[in-house]
């Protein structure tokens, strides 16, 4: 059965701390990771789809990577505004992990 | 843009009650998907459907049911509420074929007492 695992579960940085969210998994044969932000009492918004290993995607702060057992969600230099739930999923039986809350304080 | 409109932000039922939660994509998505959100739970598949008339089970199906009979509508349907299915009900919908991501509603706060 697929598994995906996310870390840390909280994260609370400083406005301009630059950090990293983990996503782990095991599939067999991925076809595709995804990224979402999700903002309280809303559904998830897609941000990134990765699909091979080395590969990069990037949207303003946020930087997404991919190796072969894991993914990483760089946040530069965030703001407030960037506070949300990070969730990533796998394809195609779109399992999600619990998620990263992330707060930054101004 | 893809739209995911699901009819209620929140209800409130009582144990027994038969609910459903409807939900409309206006994409001609083939595939759509109900989920379930609890806080340290993350999202959970509750059933999800390739086509017209086709469902299959996820990884909670038990209490839930679902009806697909036009391709742009599935509902979710709790046969019987129970108070351990108070939850974000989130639906989704996506294109056929590998690798696409999903497109979400606002979701359903279901409040179940």
């Known amino acids: 059965e697929d598994q995906v695992t996310q870390s840390p579960e909280a994260l609370r940085l400083q406005e301009g701390e630059s950090s990293s969210l983990n996503c782990s998994y095991t599939?067999?044969?991925?076809?595709?990771l995804f990224w979402y932000r999700q903002d309280p009492g809303k559904g998830p918004e897609f941000l990134f789809t990765?699909?091979?290993a080395g590969e990069e995607k990037e949207k303003e702060r946020l930087k997404a990577t991919l190796t072969k057992k894991e993914s990483f969600l760089h946040i530069t230099a965030p703001k407030p505004e960037d506070s949300a739930t990070y969730l990533c999923?796998?394809?195609?039986?779109?399992?999600f992990g619990a998620g990263t809350r992330l707060t930054v304080k101004p | 843009d893809v739209k995911v409109t699901q009819s209620s932000r929140y209800l409130v039922k009582r144990t027994g009650e038969k609910v459903f939660l409807e939900c409309v994509q206006d994409?001609?998505?083939?595939?759509m998907f109900w989920y379930r959100q609890d806080p340290g739970l993350g999202l959970r598949l509750i059933y999800f459907?390739?086509?017209?008339?086709?469902?299959e089970k996820g990884d909670i199906p038990e209490g839930y049911s679902v009806s697909r009979e036009k391709k742009e509508r599935f509902s979710l349907i709790l046969e019987s509420a129970s108070t351990n299915q108070t939850s974000m009900y989130l639906c989704?919908?996506?294109?056929?074929?590998?690798?696409?991501?999903?497109?979400f509603g606002n979701g359903t706060r279901l409040t179940v007492t």
């Open positions: 989704a919908s996506r294109s056929s074929g590998t690798g696409l991501p999903l497109h």
């Open positions: 599939v067999s044969g991925l076809r595709g």
């Open positions: 990765l699909y091979s």
């Open positions: 999923a796998v394809a195609d039986d779109m399992r």
């Open positions: 994409m001609d998505h083939e595939n």
């Open positions: 459907s390739y086509d017209v008339k086709m469902k």
